[in-house]
């Protein structure tokens, strides 16, 4: 089920605040700007030896994200989901 939401997950989001910060957060959040993105889950598990505390958190984010400020109605859209990588892990 994590590779559901790092490669296959989409996730919209209003938030307050402006529409650079949105359009920031929708760069910074998806689970591609984690450095142990690439992999199937089981084996970045496997590679920290089942310690979760070890895996970079950015890696539990869903593979794309939508940001709207709610105050512009500005939005912005970031990642992309990545089906090979999630036919790999499901296989």
Partial sequence: T????????IVQLFVKGSAKDAG??????????????GQPFAE???????????IDPLLFSP??????AIETGDT??????????LERSLG
């Fill in 63 to 68: 593979a794309e994200v939508i940001v709207t």
């Fill in 2 to 9: 994590n590779d559901a939401i790092i490669y296959g997950g």
């Fill in 24 to 37: 920031e957060l929708a760069e910074r959040l998806p689970s591609r700007a984690s450095r142990d993105h």
């Fill in 44 to 54: 970045v598990f496997k590679r920290f030896k089942g310690d979760f505390y070890a």
């Fill in 76 to 85: 912005f859209r970031a990642g992309e989901r990545d089906l090979q990588m």
